[in-house]
């Protein structure tokens, strides 16, 4: 029994500090390749906390291992973009400018029944107040609402406010994101002026940012 007892206060320690190491984010926020890592060292931990005739060492090395290589997995989604898309996928747009994408909509397996009550839960029930809605990554839907619904209404104040639009992301660590450009009607003309005018390179970039008003956010690389 004390056996039993002490095994577990060591797996439950470890284990802490193994989810500990993976980041502080809510269940919800993780990656796909994040939550199948947990559910897997659940049930790693489990077993020598069951069994009294297995060894704490059996537990602790998968538990180890898988951690090891979560780490591993994150900073090549984090270094790579080819293998960000690959293991995390990518960000899907299922309201395009008020309108509802159909055929983005079949691609994720997503009904307008669930669609509506996630926008309902965010405080938006009715659709013709959303201009972009878009599926995240990690399962979550992000809502950018038209201008004059915004919270703190625009339209109450009787004031005006330029448009914010789908901000997308022009270059992320030092890689142009072509197709983003093209969306937004920008050229290589135009990024090559942006940057002459912050004095950078390319390779010197870690975000740029442009969204439909053209509002630009950027951030340098930081010294390693």
Do not use: C, H
């Amino acid at each position: 029994m004390a056996t039993t007892f002490i095994k577990t206060i060591i797996i439950y320690l470890f284990v802490l500090i193994a989810v500990r190491l993976m980041g502080k984010r809510e269940l919800g926020q993780l990656q796909p390749f994040e939550l199948v890592v947990i559910l897997i060292i659940a049930d790693v931990a489990s077993v020598p906390m069951q069994d009294v005739g297995t060894p704490l060492f059996q537990g602790i090395v998968p538990i180890l291992a898988l951690l090891v290589g979560e780490i591993v997995v994150s900073y090549l989604n984090i270094k790579f973009t080819f293998f960000n898309k690959l293991i995390s996928g990518r960000s899907a747009v299922l309201v395009d400018k008020g309108k509802i994408v159909e055929e983005s909509l079949k691609r994720q397996r997503y009904t307008i029944e669930g669609l509506m009550q996630e926008f309902r839960i965010a405080g938006y029930p009715d659709i013709s107040d959303i201009e972009y809605a878009i599926l995240e990554t990690s399962g979550q839907i992000s809502i950018i609402p038209k201008t004059e619904k915004n919270n703190v209404t625009i339209s109450d104040l009787n004031i005006t406010q330029d448009k914010v639009g789908y901000p997308r992301v022009i270059v992320r660590e030092g890689t142009v994101y072509e197709n983003n450009m093209r969306d937004l009607g920008l050229d290589q003309k135009w990024l090559d002026k942006n940057l002459k005018d912050r004095k950078v390179n390319l390779n010197d970039v870690f975000v740029l940012i442009v969204d439909e008003s053209n509002k630009i956010y950027f951030q340098k690389k930081e010294s390693e």
